[in-house]
């Protein structure tokens, strides 16, 4: 009797140490699946890209540092050092939007941009916050972080969560506290 629950206790051994050479072989082939290559495409120091639209320049991107991500599935672009932007409507008037660092995502055209974001508008208006969206399609800004808004005068406006139009016409804002001064 007792050979045999040795014989069982050795083969329940060998089975499970089998077992588990297995899964461990299995799990280091899906680490290695897991395992993405981040190289960039390319890379590209002190840009300054221009984009026009029937002739017309209407906007410009500068960044001393762009890694270009096109190789992969979901293509995009990263500044890790961060971007200038000139945003130029149709009557020349330019907006200036400034962050730390910035993806631009070809897909979506969305641009993610964040660490101390600022836009500034070309008549004084300026809006800050630690991250931002900016739906190159659409022409529209959005963030869920804090953020504060002033006029250039005397009013602002601050709180979590705003979307608005790039030229500061149209605004949507969830909950916000301020002052607003000299209202005509």
Same mark, same amino acid.
């Given at each position: 009797?007792?050979?045999?629950?040795?014989?069982g206790?050795?083969?329940v051994?060998?089975?499970l140490?089998?077992?588990?050479s297995?899964?461990?072989s299995n799990?280091?082939?899906?680490?290695?699946?897991?395992t993405?290559?981040?190289?960039?495409?390319?890379?590209?120091?002190?840009?300054?890209?221009?984009?026009?639209d029937s002739?017309k320049?209407?906007?410009?991107?500068?960044?001393?540092l762009?890694?270009?991500?096109?190789?992969?599935?979901?293509?995009?672009?990263?500044?890790?050092?961060?971007?200038h932007?000139?945003?130029?409507?149709?009557?020349?008037?330019?907006?200036?939007?400034v962050?730390?660092?910035?993806?631009?995502?070809? %897909?979506? &055209?969305?641009?993610? +941009?964040? /660490?101390?974001?600022?836009?500034? #508008?070309? *008549?004084? =208006?300026?809006?800050?916050?630690?991250?931002?969206?900016?739906?190159?399609k659409?022409?529209?800004f959005?963030?869920e972080?804090?953020?504060k808004?002033? %006029?250039? &005068?005397?009013?602002? +406006?601050? /709180?979590?969560?705003?979307?608005? #139009?790039? *030229?500061? =016409?149209?605004f949507?804002?969830?909950?916000?506290t301020?002052?607003?001064?000299?209202v005509?």
């Open positions: 009797m007792m050979k045999q629950f040795v014989s206790a050795a083969l051994i060998i089975t140490s089998g077992f588990l297995s899964c461990e799990l280091k082939d899906v680490q290695r699946i897991n993405v290559s981040f190289a960039p495409a390319a890379r590209s120091e002190n840009i300054n890209l221009k984009y026009t002739g320049v209407k906007a410009i991107l500068v960044s001393p762009m890694l270009d991500y096109s190789n992969m599935k979901y293509k995009f672009n990263e500044f890790p050092k961060g971007i932007l000139t945003l130029i409507d149709e009557a020349g008037k330019s907006s200036y939007v962050s730390d660092y910035a993806i631009s995502y070809d %897909d979506t &055209k969305i641009i993610d +941009l964040q /660490g101390n974001v600022k836009i500034t #508008s070309y *008549d004084g =208006k300026e809006l800050q916050a630690p991250q931002l969206y900016y739906d190159q659409n022409e529209w959005y963030t972080k804090n953020f808004f002033t %006029d250039g &005068k005397e009013s602002y +406006l601050e /709180g979590p969560g705003i979307d608005f #139009s790039k *030229d500061f =016409k149209v949507n804002m969830q909950r916000n301020g002052e607003i001064n000299n005509e």
